[in-house]
């Protein structure tokens, strides 16, 4: 099957929803000329209607795409960088997450939000943000992490199709990452996580990048005769709590690894479920692996260290297994 | 831009005697500790609501603010629904989720009503950036206060709307006062009009307590819209005899003088309304005595519904987060 890189499979999402409803444009900063590479030959395409340019206005378009949105459209926001959305958390938080359910149900919202997380790249504590914990704590959002061009491609398609706002987080340390993608038309469904490999010993739930990582140390383990079973969420709301609880109870052991940071963070709400509704399953502590509470320091060598790699979970993952 | 008929002049009178017998009852009961939370209430601005409503047509959208009960009974909403959400009862435009702050009636176009100050003005731009890409001349009409005129909202969605010639008329309810603070005291621009120059669209003044005055101006800003012309900027001025919102919060606060009220008042858009009918002969004593008792008896009507409406079923709080329930949020 044809490889494409995660900036290609999202290109090919959007072009593909474009082609397939009217209804869909784009709109965010300087999309029209692709400076972000997800968007090539759309304005070419569609037109500058359809990919239209916004001034640097984050609450402004937001609220513009919520509005269409009320009206029968189905924008897709390019926020370009996840830190960006801060300007825009009036529209988010108030608007696009509550609209449905304040007006007793007479609208429904169906924008999607596009946000990179450009982590680990030197760009300081204002455009390395890797936000999405932050608006698991907003009632009507959905929110989608996903790890793979074919799981970027079907996701984002999803989103698109959904009738609620759908916030949508890409990994920027897998945007130049390949693998195969159809080029058909699918779609992945939202709270169903993929069990990225099987494993006996210990429950690896993995966000993103992360799951990169995650495999590259099992493969690490399984020299050693240690078997680590590989957890995808893919989407966090909703988040499919079924999967992992099962996977638990085969293993009894649980690590969660994210780049995001520790405190009220997608591995404390994890771990919460496991320890509500999987505790007896345990043979030992539950873990997590983050990024330290700490904002993101400018010099590649303040900030090496601060996102969980392979070796950290191999570590870790050995620990566990002496406990 | 021609003056309305006979009968449309005479049906927004009945609206803006609506509005504001509408509003008093709301006082009323919130006096009597029926309405949970806060409410705010547009007595005195009723003529540049209906002037501004009654120049859409019903499929045209509108957005409001936390000032809004009169914007959907302006636009042609029934009243038993909207007193009824404003209660908090099953049978509210917003099923009891909204309240005072949120009414949103999609049935006559208004899509809602924020209570972030500002908020609604992106919002309004999308919705007519919609309808344009939709290849219809529908309009949306975005009521918003001085107050908002401060935020950034109003500088980003100004410009966008300009930027995009989007057909999206911005309707200013000046009345002076964010809550406390006076306009003039945090704005060294006496009008928020003057600042439309900034985004090269119309911006214009309009007496607020005129409701014929304010509905030219509007109409012609909704007809150059759908037109193709592009967004306007119209500012009533206008003012309300309450205070921001009801309760005992604000009536200590010297912020406004007594001789200020009493020269609005004397204005009153009601009377003054009422006067231009008989003067015009458009309607004697004897209809506006008439439409006087049906309104009261509409409003009472509706007082007995939303009074009479079950409380929603407690489960409902638990609906309708998503239009498809995620468990662990929703109980479908």
Redesign the interface.
């Given at each position: 099957m044809r490889e494409l890189t995660f900036l290609e499979a999202i290109r090919e999402a959007q072009e593909q929803e474009m082609a397939r409803d009217p209804r869909v444009f784009i709109l965010g900063e300087d999309v029209s000329f692709n400076v972000y590479g997800s968007t090539g030959g759309l304005a070419e395409r569609f037109g500058l209607e359809r990919v239209r340019d916004t001034p640097i206005s984050e609450a402004g378009f937001t609220g513009v795409a919520i509005g269409a949105a009320l009206v029968g459209m189905r924008p897709i926001v390019d926020f370009t960088i996840a830190s960006f959305m801060y300007l825009a958390m009036d529209q988010l938080v108030s608007m696009a997450a509550k609209t449905a359910y304040m007006y007793g149900g007479q609208a429904h919202v169906p924008a999607v939000f596009r946000a990179a997380l450009f982590y680990n790249g030197g760009l300081a504590a204002q455009h390395s943000d890797r936000n999405y914990a932050m608006f698991m704590q907003v009632p009507g959002l959905r929110i989608a992490v996903p790890s793979t061009p074919h799981d970027a491609k079907g996701l984002l398609k999803t989103a698109v199709r959904d009738d609620d706002p759908v916030l949508m987080f890409e990994d920027g340390a897998l945007w130049g990452s390949r693998g195969e993608v159809p080029q058909d038309d699918y779609l992945i469904p939202f709270g169903q996580a993929a069990v990225r490999r099987e494993g006996s010993d210990l429950t690896v739930v993995a966000i993103g990048s992360r799951v990169r990582e995650a495999l590259t140390a099992a493969d690490t383990l399984a020299r050693e005769g240690i078997s680590l079973e590989v957890i995808d969420p893919r989407t966090l709301v909703p988040l499919d709590c079924p999967t992992i609880l099962a996977s638990v109870a085969k293993t009894g052991r649980a690590l969660v690894v994210d780049v995001g940071h520790k405190s009220c963070g997608v591995a404390s709400e994890i771990l919460a479920t496991i320890a509500e509704d999987g505790f007896w399953s345990l043979r030992a502590p539950l873990r997590r692996l983050t990024a330290p509470d700490m904002q993101i320091p400018f010099s590649p060598a303040l900030e090496k260290g601060f996102y969980p790699d392979a070796a950290q979970i191999v570590d870790a993952a050995r620990r566990l297994l002496q406990e | 831009m021609s003056t309305p008929d006979p009968a449309t002049q005479l049906e927004m009178y009945r609206r803006m005697l609506r509005i504001r017998r509408f509003d008093e009852t709301v006082k009323t009961l919130f006096g009597r500790g029926r309405i949970p939370g806060s409410v705010h209430l547009s007595i005195g601005q009723e003529a540049e609501v209906v002037g501004a409503c009654m120049a859409l047509r019903t499929d045209d959208?509108m957005?409001g603010n936390h000032r809004s009960h009169g914007h959907p009974i302006g636009k042609g909403a029934a009243l038993g629904p909207l007193l009824a959400e404003i209660l908090g009862k099953a049978t509210?435009?917003?099923?009891?989720?909204?309240g005072s702050m949120?009414l949103?009636?999609?049935s006559v176009g208004s899509?809602?009503e924020?209570s972030?100050v500002g908020?609604g003005?992106?919002?309004?731009?999308?919705?007519?950036?919609?309808?344009k890409?939709?290849g219809s001349d529908?309009v949306?009409l975005c009521f918003f206060g001085d107050g908002a005129s401060n935020e950034?909202?109003f500088h980003?969605?100004l410009?966008?709307a300009s930027?995009?010639q989007v057909p999206v008329v911005f309707l200013c309810e000046n009345n002076g006062y964010g809550v406390t603070t006076a306009f003039s005291s945090i704005s060294r621009v006496p009008d928020v009009a003057a600042r439309a120059a900034a985004y090269g669209i119309p911006g214009q003044i309009v007496d607020g307590q005129d409701a014929l005055a304010v509905h030219a101006a509007v109409a012609q800003a909704v007809q150059g819209a759908r037109d193709g012309a592009g967004p306007s900027l119209i500012e009533a001025k206008t003012y309300r005899y309450p205070h921001h919102s009801e309760g005992p919060l604000y009536d200590a606060i010297a912020y406004r003088d007594a001789s200020e009220l009493a020269a609005w008042q004397a204005r009153d858009p009601l009377p003054l309304f009422a006067r231009h009918l008989e003067d015009t002969g458009i309607a004697d004593t004897a209809t506006l005595t008439s439409i006087e008792h049906a309104i009261t008896a509409e409003v009472a009507a509706a007082l007995e519904f939303a009074e009479q409406s079950p409380w929603p079923d407690p489960a409902e709080a638990h609906r309708?987060?998503?239009?498809?329930p995620?468990?662990?949020?929703d109980h479908a």
């Open positions: - | 959208t957005v509210g435009v917003n099923g009891g989720k909204g949120h949103a009636d999609f899509l809602g924020s972030i908020s003005l992106p919002v309004a731009v999308g919705a007519a950036l919609g309808a890409m939709q529908r949306c950034g909202y980003e969605a410009n966008m930027a995009w309708g987060l998503y239009r498809t995620i468990a662990g949020f």
